[in-house]
Every structure is written in C-alpha cells, then in structure tokens.
C-alpha cells in the first residue's frame, strides 16, 4: 500500500487510532459488488479487546446484499475538530480501516456487542439497557461486526498553511 504522502499528518500510534475509533459516533464504510462502490455511515461500537467494530441494521437490503457477496468493507471514523475561518485550513483525526464483515448470530454477543455501542453513543447506559435489553429484542437485532485487519490514522492538529 502506498504511505501517506504529508508524513508529519500520519498517526503512528495504534492507541491513538484504537482511541478516535471510541470517540467518534459512527463510522463511514465502503463496499462494492460489480465493480460499483457503495458507501454508508452507521453508528457503532469499537471493541478494543476484540477489535472489532459492531453495527446494528436491518435483516435485508442493499448493505446486506452486497456484504453477503463480498465481506470487505473499508472505513474511516473522523473526529472533526472544526474548519479554520480565514486560513482554508481544517483540524481533524482520522482511523481509516479495512476489515470484513461477519453477522452476529451467538445471543451472549449480541447482548455484548449492544453494551458496547450503549456504552460510546448514549449518555446514561444503564438506563438505556435496561430499557431496551429485552431477550426477544437482542434475539431479534441484526448485528454486523466488521473485524479489522488493517488500520492508518493522519491528523491535522494545527494550521500548517499559511497565507
């Protein structure tokens, strides 16, 4: 694979990839069947001991398509720290990811993979689980989990371009 051209952008920490992955509140992936490209955002949950991200979406449509024919998806998870008025300058951190998509079947890890995207994207969990972890409904949520393989990160944490 060909490296970042601006080195000074690239993010050489795993922990510091690991972490946006945590941080952010959804992911964008890409896909493709027939030479044709598809791309979708979802909300997730990064899994750091498994690393791994889950998903929840629906039993059928075009996504379920494409991933039954080809697993590999890539992505990128983006904490956007604001454009930079009057310099044409903008501050980001990015995790860009290849991995392949597999659906969730085991009932423990549904469960497991709910508590994790709880945990990132709401602001009282256990309110939430309890709430919502009802045995039919995890026994009935689609649950994807794309298993990483590969990972870069870059960042621009200060306006380099001056006027």
Request: aromatic share 8%; proline share 1%; with cysteine.
């Amino acid at each position: 694979m060909k490296g970042l051209r601006r080195k000074e952008k690239a993010i050489e920490s795993e922990d510091e990839m690991k972490h946006i992955l945590q941080s952010t509140k959804y992911v964008t992936i890409s896909m493709c069947k027939d030479n044709e490209a598809y791309l979708v955002t979802l909300s997730h949950g990064y899994d750091s001991e498994n690393h791994c991200i889950y998903f929840h979406c629906a039993q059928e449509g075009k996504k379920i398509d494409i991933l039954q024919e080809n697993k590999t998806v890539w992505g990128q998870a983006l904490m956007d720290h604001g454009y930079t008025d009057g310099k044409c300058d903008h501050l980001y951190a990015t995790t860009q990811f290849r991995g392949e998509v597999n659906f969730v079947e085991d009932f423990d890890e549904k469960k497991h993979a709910l508590t994790v995207m709880v945990k990132q994207l709401e602001s009282n969990p256990p309110l939430v689980m309890e709430e919502q972890f009802k045995e039919d409904s995890i026994q009935k949520v689609n649950i994807g989990r794309i298993d990483i393989n590969y990972m870069s990160g870059k960042r621009a944490k200060e306006v380099i371009i001056t006027l």
